[in-house]
């Protein structure tokens, strides 16, 4: 099959408008048949209740080439469990899972080739989303949602490729305790922005969020989870209003279990930043992106970037990830 011509090695992470993509329609109580379409434009109700309440949630995934040129997709089943939580939280109707799966294969499949070539450091990120679509004005869910999965080519997530970035502690919260922070709805995203906005206008790649109650813990960043790496352990933060991260999950297998390191998920204090090596951001997007420095208030403490464990764990699952290394059960569903 032809790529396109496209210079795929210098990609950023930016929307680009690719062949087809899916839609299903949910309408008194059911889910349609769906299918593909060409249509990249949605039309709906000035009063959806999306655009008037944000009731809208979504997952981010890739799919890449692997060494011996199949294109591969990495544990969709664990983006399709946490949409359905996302879901269920946001009162919207769960796209079942295995469908989840069959439209995110056949979004990919159709756009074969928008998928980046082995090597080139980019990859097709796949966006599957769902919105309340019908005129709704008295607080309350939806009763119509459309899921759609479109997917685009991207390079690295931060500006400038691979490179250690400069954090800082941010004054704002991206989540309310027993709020939203563990599912992925795009209001998370919305309460971020301000706080990513100034970030960028002083200086600093991304924010790191404290526990939104006691303001003395690590939480994550705008879009990654944080990962720490002390001597031989790996200890990365856990809290009910962060983002479980599949890319998380997944290297803390990794470390455990390829590379015998011992692995803590637990509450990460802020004053225990300075005992840290290493310190990296790992998320769909954002792969492992080594961190420099986390400015907490003038206090600026540094890392290693990306330290010899940080390294190898990257290897490790971009190894599995791009075929060079044996996955475990499950990691890899062929697309074609
Ligand atoms: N945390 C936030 C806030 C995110 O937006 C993401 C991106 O999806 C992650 C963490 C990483 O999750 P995953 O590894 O499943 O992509
Ligand atoms: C992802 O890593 O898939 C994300 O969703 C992060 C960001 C682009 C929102």
Redesign the pocket.
């Known amino acids: 099959m032809e790529k396109k011509n496209i210079d795929f090695a210098s990609l950023g992470?930016g929307y680009t408008q690719t062949d087809l993509r899916y839609v299903s329609n949910f309408k008194n109580g059911a889910w349609d048949e769906g299918g593909l379409t060409a249509d990249a434009n949605i039309t709906m109700t000035e009063c959806a209740c999306v655009l008037q309440y944000a009731q809208t949630c979504?997952?981010?995934?890739?799919a890449y080439t692997t060494e011996d040129g199949r294109i591969v997709c990495f544990r969709p089943d664990m983006n399709a469990a946490r949409m359905a939580d996302s879901c269920r939280r946001l009162v919207m109707p769960v796209f079942p899972e295995d469908r989840f799966v069959d439209a995110v294969k056949q979004t990919v499949a159709a756009n074969a080739a928008w998928v980046p070539p082995y090597g080139s450091g980019a990859s097709l990120?796949i966006?599957p989303f769902m919105f309340g679509s019908d005129a709704i004005l008295g607080v309350k869910p939806a009763t119509e949602f459309q899921f759609r999965v479109f997917a685009t080519p991207v390079g690295p997530?931060f500006k400038g490729g691979v490179r250690p970035l400069s954090l800082r502690v941010s004054d704002f919260d991206r989540a309310a305790p027993r709020g939203t922070g563990h599912v992925?709805a795009g209001l998370n995203?919305a309460m971020s922005l301000y706080a990513i906005t100034d970030a960028h206008a002083q200086g600093y790649d991304e924010n790191v969020y404290l526990d939104p109650e006691t303001r003395t813990y690590l939480e994550e960043t705008?879009?990654?989870n944080l990962i720490f790496v002390k001597g031989n352990t790996l200890v990365t933060p856990k809290s009910d209003s962060i983002l479980p991260?599949i890319?998380r999950r997944s290297l803390v297998y990794v470390a455990k279990e390829h590379l015998g390191m011992d692995v803590e998920e637990r509450p990460v204090a802020l004053a225990e930043l300075k005992d840290f090596d290493e310190c990296g951001l790992c998320?769909?997007?954002?792969v492992i992106s080594p961190v420099a420095s986390i400015d907490d208030h003038g206090d600026k403490i540094t890392f290693a970037g990306f330290g010899p464990a940080l390294q190898k764990i990257y290897n490790t699952l971009t190894g599995i990830q791009m075929g060079r290394i044996e996955p475990p059960k499950g990691w890899i569903v062929e697309i074609c």
């Not at 979504?58 to 890739?62: I, L, Q, T, V, W």
């Not at 998320?283 to 954002?286: D, V």
């Open positions: 992470f979504f997952e981010g995934m890739k990120y966006r997530y992925k995203y705008g879009g990654a991260s890319t998320g769909t997007a954002a």
